[in-house]
């Protein structure tokens, strides 16, 4: 499956963003999606994720309560919501579906989310 990350973008403290994740190639029911970031000088981390269904979500605790993740299966589309967007979220957001569990074995080729104080 090939994935296509976009929604990125600079926004003030407090702001809101919508990312969205364009799947192409397989059939995206298959696959979990989830939703993972990297900041400068940092490892990536898990974000957020939704399983095959959608009626499953899961968040990091840094987000929870703010952002929102979901899929809409007409589209092959899976979105991350994020709002009262805080410094500390700046960083490349990467799309990512895992086909077998959870390991994640497409990834998206990231977009960038800055958020200024």
């Known amino acids: 499956v090939q994935l296509q990350a976009s929604g990125g973008g600079l926004v003030q403290a407090g702001g809101s963003l919508r990312l969205s994740c364009a799947a192409s190639?397989?059939?995206?029911?298959?696959?979990?999606m989830g939703w993972f970031r990297q900041a400068p000088g940092k490892e990536r981390e898990f974000v957020s994720s939704?399983?095959?269904?959608?009626?499953?979500?899961y968040y990091a605790d840094s987000v929870k309560g703010r952002f929102t993740i979901s899929r809409d299966g007409t589209k092959n589309t899976s979105y991350l919501i994020m709002n009262s967007l805080k410094p500390e979220d700046t960083a490349v957001y990467y799309c990512?579906?895992?086909?077998?569990?959870?390991?994640?074995?497409?990834w998206g080729q990231g977009t960038l989310v800055t958020v200024s104080s």
């Open positions: 939704i399983s095959r269904s959608g009626g499953q979500t």
């Open positions: 190639g397989r059939t995206f029911s298959s696959f979990m």
């Open positions: 990512a579906a895992a086909y077998w569990g959870t390991n994640y074995d497409y």
